[in-house]
């Protein structure tokens, strides 16, 4: 079948308009090389920058917390709840730990006093891009030895791989809003 429902969609922002979409048959091997590159790149990303994860007393699931609230900020714990899929006391460690170093600010909703929420700090801020920037950092030396023509086409991949997740995603009720991290 070679129509449009066959073809993967790119928008004009990557640069291509279409490509041909691969073999059903092959998707499901291939979905299990890309996952565990991914989480291979992801997992030495995080050994690299272990260094400024112990200055700043940041383990991977405090990251997390911390940048889905960054990025969904203001707000409460039981939409933080659904969208992190972790215990509501893991949670609320996680957040305490967060808010005690000073990542995080615990207020009062000003629309609904009985509402907390919870806000990102300057600190907690800049911690993160701390971190963001030790990874990219990390990632650019590995891509200095990549052929630009093939990063190119990983973006462009991945760009389209996430466009279409986010297009699934939409309107799940997990409290996740905001773009990726």
Known sequence: MNDNRNKLRLGKSHGATSVPAADVSDTGEAADRIDRLLRGVHSNLIRLSRHELRELKMTPPRYHVLSHVLRNDPIDMGTLHRAMHVNRSTLTSLVDSLVDDGLLARERDGDDR???????????????????RVRCEHLAAALGTVDAKCIKTTEKTLAAIASLLEQKNEGEPDGCNGPPV
């Open 114 to 132: 009985r509402r907390v929420v919870l806000r990102g700090t300057e600190h907690g801020a800049s911690a993160l891009e701390t971190l963001r």
